[in-house]
Every structure is written in C-alpha cells, then in structure tokens.
C-alpha cells in the first residue's frame, strides 16, 4: 500500500501544473527563438534578391540567372534552417547524423521529385533551350517561362501555364523554334491535276514578295511533294527573318494564298467519295 502511495505521489509531482507549465512555456520560448531566426533569414534572402537579382541579370542569361537565384535561395534557407533549431536548443550534430537514415527512407518515397530535381540541374547544364525560347515538348507548345529545380513552365499561345516535370523533359523530345537565328516555314496546298504548276509556283512565290519578314537567303521555294489521283500537293518554303512570328505569318500566309487562288480560278479539289447505286436481282427457288 505505501509503494503504491510512493509511486502516485511520484507521479502527481512529475505531472504536475506547474511542471507541465514550465514545460510550455520553455517549448514556447524556443518556438519563438526558432521563428525569429527564419524571419531574420527571410530578411537576408530579401534584400540580397534585390541586390543579387540586378547583377545576375548583367552578367548571366535569364536562365543562368533564374538558376542561380534558385540555388542561393536553398542554401541560404537550409543554412537558416539549421541555425534555428540550434538557436531553440535541437542538438543538429545528432539531428544531422540521423538524417542518413530517413534522408534514404525518403529517397525511396519521392524518387520521382529527386529525378525530378537532378533532372532539372541537368537541364541547366545541357541547354537544350533557355528562358524564353518558345519551344514543343510532346505536343505542348509555348514560351519557355521559367526553369525551375522540378519543373519547366511552358505559357501556351492561349495564355496557359503549363508545368512539365523535368524528368519528362529529359526523356522526351525537345523542339526548339528559337535556338537558331532563322526558322522555315512551310505551307501545303492542292491543286487539281489539269492545273498549271507553274503558274501556281508563281503565285505562292507572289505572296511573299514584298514582304520584309521574309527572307531572300535562303531563297523561297515551291515544290511539289505528293501526286495523288485528284489533285497534285505543292508546299512553299520560305524563311522569316524573326522566329517569334512564325504562326502569326503562317495563319496570314494560308489566307492569303487561299484568296488570290479564288480569285486567279485555281482549283483546289479536296478527297471526294462517289457513291454508285447498284441493284441486285435475287432470285427465289421453291423447293
């Protein structure tokens, strides 16, 4: 009876409210400690963005400079990090070391952000385009945004934004309408069988005169790239000066050569189908 007395009253004093008040108030007190040195950090990465974010710009390109703030940005909130919990009382050398274990466990669980991320570093190494550059990665078109450490933001011609892990980025294949100075643009058209080529030729090459967009070397050319049963494909090659434009000058250019083929009378015949009605006698036997 007196040990269990012994022990109760152990435990009264070990939970007590003072005890647990005590208790509180050290968690809340490192807790603050823990928040003000991610504030004064926070304060640092602030006005060393404005002060780096100038120079960056000078000395680098707009993707060597994103990656750059990016990576300066996790060092310091991982340095921050740190010492905080040193500065609310955490032993970090033994956090630090128990790491190694969980840093594997969760190697395993977020595999795909880790291929992600180092997906990410080499794409900053390779360039296979930059910030800017309007580019198709299976099948999604638009302006290179933003590189981060995970994903690519691509903004679509509709004004969508668009963010492509990095892995697949790295698996997939890239296009690049901007990584050299000029691009081609190439328009097909049908024509019907008894048409005039040449006539045509000259036609397509007619639309483009005249135009400073479009370049004179390389020269513009037509050629012919199907014969078919109805109507012959003719295609007009011809080089822009500025990369940027090319769907904007494509859509004007299709219409364009779709009016001066209605009004010069050309024909351009489409696939049709005939369809012929047969009857059949179907002859009846009685057994």
């Not at 933003?146 to 011609?157: D, M, S």
């Not at 005249?210 to 003719?234: F, G, I």
Request: charged content about 20%; some cysteine.
């Amino acid at each position: 009876m007196q040990l269990i007395e012994s022990i109760f009253i152990k435990l009264q004093a070990y939970f007590s409210i003072d005890r647990f008040g005590e208790l509180l108030s050290g968690l809340f007190v490192k807790l603050v400690i823990f928040i003000l040195v991610l504030m004064v950090f926070y304060t640092i990465w602030w006005l060393l963005s404005r002060l780096i974010e100038s120079t960056l710009n000078r000395r680098f390109d707009k993707t060597s400079a994103s990656f750059a703030s990016i990576s300066i940005k996790i060092c310091l909130f991982g340095i921050g990090f740190v010492v905080a919990l040193s500065a609310a009382g955490v032993e970090t050398a033994a956090l630090l070391g128990s790491l190694g274990v969980v840093g594997l466990t969760l190697g395993f669980a977020l595999k795909d952000v880790i291929s992600n991320i180092i997906s990410g570093v080499l794409l900053h190494m390779d360039r296979p385009f930059t910030v800017d550059d309007l580019v198709e990665v299976d099948g999604k078109y638009g302006r290179v945004d933003l590189i981060t450490l995970r994903t690519t933001r691509i903004v679509t011609n509709d004004g969508k934004m668009v963010a492509v892990p990095n892995a697949e980025v790295m698996n997939k294949t890239v296009v690049s309408y901007t990584n050299f100075p000029h691009l081609r643009l190439d328009i097909s058209v049908c024509v019907g069988v008894s048409e005039d080529l040449d006539n045509a030729r000259m036609l397509l090459l007619s639309q483009i005169e005249n135009d400073p967009d479009y370049m004179t070397t390389p020269s513009p050319a037509v050629v012919v790239t199907q014969l078919n049963d109805y109507n012959v494909e003719l295609e007009l090659q011809a080089w822009i000066s500025n990369e940027r434009k090319h769907i904007k000058k494509a859509y004007e250019l299709r219409e364009r050569i779709f009016k001066s083929f209605i009004s010069s009378g050309i024909e351009m015949p489409c696939e049709t189908i005939q369809l012929a009605q047969h009857t059949v006698n179907v002859k009846m036997s009685n057994e």
